[in-house]
């Protein structure tokens, strides 16, 4: 770990204005990815600005949508009474998130900006294009078996490790940002980039930027959801693959249809041309097999994520069927 | 007066169980002396070939640095060039690396520096800009691509009777001619143990040559005699202290580098050095469970009669230590077969050494050997339980000889009733609730009963309270609450009036905690401690009590602050009488084997492990629904502590089969998968409410306790039990550890 300067500022403006000045510094909120690589040698900012103490922690009902505060901390709003009952695959992608302590440390906003999980990434002895550009990439032939089979570049074959964003990315969320150039608004879909030949760039924030809130849309998805997380350990462990299904029915027919996967792309992967295949059809497995070949089209897979291509179209068959049932 | 309740097969809770879980007890990274030191290991970035230069200039002008030693630098330690075998190691060819004393490179993250600061943050720091140049070699990390140069073990060429030779009964390879028959390959792994408390030291040198280590070992003697003979000092200048250990499971049988690392820099600052390992650096310098490739070949009549089992392993090593474990010693004596091979292998890597995990041996090729019985008795179709009895052995098919105790087959019908076995269907693929697929599997374990010498210290103190002493570890077991208990019988004392120490190479001598055996080992020194206090205080007060005189030290009682006699409360000598008539030191004792009952008798501990598991079928993903863990163990004297080691085995074993898995990427030589992230232990979600239930028969000839050990048995046989039940629950047979969704999907 480097050394670093420290600084907790109270009001908003002064953050950015830190963070503006200066090239090497970091927002740190819950730290709880943060310290880890920071303690590995893979980040090592000059200064950290603590933003904890912003008020932007609230959770609130707005004309049409739900405002949550970039500070607000994964556990609770997984327990919210009104994140429940306005949007519950949110809260199912929260609980589904990491354990207790560390949903109870980490912020909304800064499980957004997750780095990945990839072992060449969090190894400073290994080549990694994400961490040092031009160094090549360790996992294209090597053990990818947790990596990318859609959006990848030969640069970068990472995932995107969020569950929270999955979610998001479903609902049509939009992200709330302030920083030197004033406030502007980021649709979910946009926030994070695949990685094309800057892997080193995970989300579409300029310099100085901080994340204030997120807004989820109010919709009619707040029965028939479900957040399908597949992983070999029943808890606290990173989806090999995971899906966020929403579905509005009329009877058995499907009305609205919301579909994303996480663990298989560099960003959270929305699912639009499944979505369609599924509206105005009948709520049915065969329905949600057609949707699940539809959404693996174009994926491709490594020497070891084969499986994915059988294990994500389960998946989502799964999380329709569950969300449907629900 | 009341005779006190029998305490051996009591449930006592822990005597050391309120410390540790308020915190108050005290492990090896957590002594405060005063100056202490922080230590920081840096490791190689290459896995092959010679250190060219070391740049360490801007960590040794790094805030708070006091040292920065790498072999460029490091004190001469005069051990290293004493040639000659350590008795305490191993019984391996070849040794462990010796430490900054040499260029070369033999295993990726191999220690080449360590920092020496006065804050732990301001080590790891500078430890940072420590900066290594090498001259790489091609280098050697993946077994598969190896095993051609695979070779017996030099110990087994050198001794035609040692067990790592192959062995024979009947014809060779007569699998191959049978009518009935299967040949199948197995991998478990490479795993590493992980306890939760990672190694740590704290090096002391109290003057130049008297060094004291407050260090995480499993044995305070062997450490004692590694580090003495390192430094070239008599054994009593040098003590180890080990009072609480967080987990071992087997990683700290053997001393290493790191130890030697912090005993060198705490020479070099001339003041105390702490040194903990991180969880990374867990998966390299210090040992794991060998990556084991495996072939069995199996015949058998139509009725379920074996005919000829054939197992070979080979098992990954070190280029500079011989590790070998007995991975096949189960196969030779668990079923009735006429024929029988078994072919040992190793293959040196480019790797570290690895070292003994729980189970050692024995885990590793149970999976094999109970897989494919599970996979003959499908071929048969037949109840793999069923095949199981049908080749149960009354005696020690091996040696020829009878077991000292048996009791496999009520563990059978003890684990098949609470498992519900009867629910399981011969068709694999019969049971499905919703979308998951059941299935029920069983896999049988065992492991030697050993019993060792040893030593006890006792000491009767003013109060009335008993005192004992072993150098003996305590790695979770409940090793002090046992011996509380046998004390407890044997002096007839209530437990609160006994006080069991241990973890200090100053107490009375006793092996290192490993292969189940201290129990066996150091309980029968305990109980022959008490007889002998017993005895002492009945001769002193024989002198003022002629009652006394006329007794056997087994009618001896003690009461509140009186000795008295059973059966004749008049006689009464106050304790504060006989402690002046003595010293107050310690009755010594020292406990043998007796007679040559381990040549005539067979002596094994043995379990049974079912599992119910449930698969997914769309995911792919298992859980356990029920784990049934039974075991003939011999006496149990203490069904809770007991339990809990064996709840502790099966989750290990759910990890086996299930989760862990540390990948080298070969390219670069080094561990990928080394955090938690990546690296999967069981969390509490992954583990069913396992049940456990005993024999708790004595064994007549290990030992007067009738004890046989639990440890290993815990954990061998659960993984292929798990394995057999996805099988039952699937028709997919995974003979490649650990069955993870993705193999299950394709």
């Keep these: 770990m480097n050394q670093f300067q420290y600084v907790r500022p109270t009001k908003q403006k002064a953050a950015i204005d830190a963070l503006a000045r200066d090239a090497n510094a970091q927002f740190i909120a ?61 809260a199912q992608a929260l609980s589904a998130g990491a354990s207790p302590q560390l949903r109870n440390m980490a912020t909304v ?157 560099h960003k959270p992967w929305r699912l639009t041309d499944a979505e369609k295949a599924l509206i105005g059809k009948p709520a049915t497995e065969e329905t949600f097999r057609q949707a699940a070949t539809v959404a693996m089209q174009g994926a491709k897979a490594f020497e070891h994520n084969a499986y994915k291509l059988k294990m994500a179209p389960n998946a989502i068959i799964q999380a329709l069927k569950t969300a449907a049932a629900a | 007066m009341k005779t006190p309740e029998k305490q051996i097969g009591a449930r006592m809770n822990r005597v050391d169980g309120r410390q540790k879980v308020t915190g108050a007890a005290t492990y090896s990274a957590e002594y405060k002396l005063p100056g202490i030191t922080y230590a920081v290991l840096v490791g190689s970035t290459i896995t092959k070939g010679r250190i060219t230069s070391i740049d360490t200039k801007a960590a040794e002008r790094a805030p708070g640095v006091l040292a920065v030693i790498t072999h460029f630098n490091s004190p001469k330690v005069p051990g290293f060039d004493t040639a000659g075998k350590d008795p305490s190691q191993p019984a391996t060819v070849g040794g462990p690396i010796k430490i900054f004393k040499d260029d070369k490179i033999r295993f990726n993250d191999q220690p080449i520096a360590i920092v020496v600061a006065d804050s732990l943050e301001r080590a790891r720091f500078a430890a940072g800009l420590v900066k290594g140049q090498y001259a790489q070699e091609k280098h050697q990390t993946n077994l598969e691509a190896n095993k051609a140069q695979a070779f017996l073990p030099t110990s087994a060429k050198k001794n035609p009777k040692h067990p790592m030779n192959d062995y024979q009964r009947g014809q060779v390879d007569a699998y191959k001619t049978g009518a009935i028959k299967l040949e199948s390959e197995y991998v478990v792994p490479t795993e590493v143990h992980h306890p939760m408390e990672m190694q740590a030291i704290t090096a002391h040198w109290e003057a130049p040559d008297r060094l004291t280590i407050y260090d995480k070992t499993q044995g305070t003697m062997a450490t ?154 499908h071929l048969l179709n037949i109840d793999p339980l069923e095949f199981r009895l049908r080749n149960y052995t009354e005696q020690d098919p091996e040696k020829n000889r009878p077991w000292s105790s048996k009791f496999l087959k009520e563990c059978y019908q003890l684990g098949a009733e609470r498992v519900g076995w009867n629910k399981r269907q011969l068709k694999p693929g019969s049971l499905r609730d919703g979308d998951w697929l059941v299935g029920y599997g069983m896999g049988v374990g065992t492991f030697g009963a050993h019993r060792g010498s040893s030593k006890a210290n006792i000491r009767l103190l003013p109060n009335g309270t008993v005192l004992l002493q072993s150098a003996v570890t305590d ?85 509140d602050g009186y000795l008295t006699l059973n059966g004749n409360p008049n006689a009464r000598v106050p304790f504060a009488d006989l402690l002046k008539q003595t010293d107050g030191g310690f009755v010594t004792v020292e406990s043998k084997p007796q007679g040559d009952a381990s040549k005539s ?78 690296y999967h232990v069981p969390v509490h979600a992954d583990s069913p409410d396992v049940q456990v239930a005993f024999v708790n028969k004595p064994d007549p000839h290990v030992n007067a306790l009738g004890t046989k050990g639990i440890g290993e048995i815990a954990i061998i046989g659960v993984a292929p039990a798990i394995a057999n039940a996805i099988f039952n629950a699937t028709g997919k047979r995974l003979r490649e550890l650990p069955i993870t969704p993705d193999k299950l999907l394709v």
């Design chain 1, 30 to 90: 819950g730290g709880t990815n943060l310290i880890d690589l920071m303690k590995r040698g893979v980040m090592a900012p000059q200064k950290l600005i603590d933003i904890n103490r912003l008020p932007l922690t609230k959770i609130e009902s707005q004309n049409g949508s739900l405002r949550i505060g970039a500070l607000a901390l994964n556990g609770p709003v997984a327990e919210d009474k009104l994140v429940l009952e306005r949007q519950p695959l949110l």
């Design chain 2, 224 to 377: 004692r005699r590694d580090f003495a003979r390192e430094w070239g000092l008599p054994e009593e200048n040098v003590k180890v202290i080990a009072t609480y250990v967080g987990g071992a499971f087997g990683n700290a049988l053997h001393s290493w580098q790191h130890e030697s690392a912090a005993i060198i820099a705490a020479r070099v600052v001339n003041r105390p050095v702490k040194l903990m390992l991180t969880r990374e650096q867990m998966f390299t310098m210090v040992g794991y469970r060998p990556y084991t490739w495996q072939k069995l070949g199996m015949s058998a009549t139509p009725d379920g009669k074996i005919t000829a089992i054939t197992h070979e392993a080979i098992g990954q090593t070190s280029t500079f230590e011989e590790f070998t474990e007995a991975t096949l010693a189960q196969t030779r004596m668990m079923y009735e077969s006429p024929n029988l091979t078994t072919r040992y292998r190793i293959a040196s890597l480019d790797v570290n050494s690895p070292i003994w995990m729980r189970g050692p041996g024995e885990a590793t090729g149970a999976f094999a050997l109970e897989s494919a019985m599970d996979e003959m008795a």
């Design chain 2, 601 to 678: 008798f067979s002596m094994y501990s043995f379990s049974v492990h079912f599992a119910e598991v449930r698969v997914h079928v769309l995911t792919g993903e298992v859980r356990v629904s029920k784990l049934v863990s039974c075991a003939d163990a011999g006496t149990i004297v203490n069904e809770k502590t007991a339990g809990n080691q064996m709840k502790g085995g099966a989750v290990g074993g759910i990890g086996m089969a299930l989760m862990e898995h540390a990948v080298i990427d070969d390219r670069f030589g080094r561990y990928i998968t080394k955090d938690f992230a990546d």
């Design chain 1, 109 to 265: 906003g800064g499980n957004m900006l997750q780095r990945t999980r990839c072992p060449y990434f969090y190894d400073t002895a290994l080549p990694c294009n994400k961490r040092e550009p031009g160094s090549g990439c360790g996992a294209l032939e090597g053990f990818n078996r947790m990596h990318a089979i859609f959006g990848f570049s030969d640069k970068c074959i990472a995932v995107h490790p969020s569950d929270m964003s999955v979610a998001l990315v479903a609902l049509d969320a939009t992200v709330l940002v302030s920083g030197p150039k004033g406030d502007r608004r980021i649709p979910f879909n946009d926030f994070h980039r695949l990685p094309g030949d800057t892997p080193q760039r995970d989300t579409n924030l300029e310099q100085g930027e901080l994340i204030t809130a997120v807004e989820v849309p109010d919709g009619p998805f707040t029965k028939h959801v479900h957040y399908q997380k597949v992983r070999e350990r029943a808890s606290y462990a990173f989806a090999l693959v995971s899906v966020a299904a929403a579905l509005s029915l009329d009877g058995n027919t499907i009305k609205d249809a919301r579909l994303a996967m996480g663990g298989v792309a």
């Design chain 2, 475 to 559: 790695i979770g077991p409940g090793t002090a609450t046992a011996m509380t208990q046998i004390a407890a019988d044997t002096l007839g004392l209530a437990p609160e009036k006994i006080k069991f120490e241990l973890g200090n190479s100053d107490f009375a001598q006793a092996p290192t905690q490993g292969g189940s055996a201290i129990v066996n080992t150091v309980g029968p020194a305990v109980q022959e401690a008490c007889l002998a206090l017993k005895e002492k205080l009945r001769t002193m007060a024989a002198s003022s009590n002629a009652a006394f005189a006329s007794t056997e030290k087994e009618d001896v009682l003690f009461a």
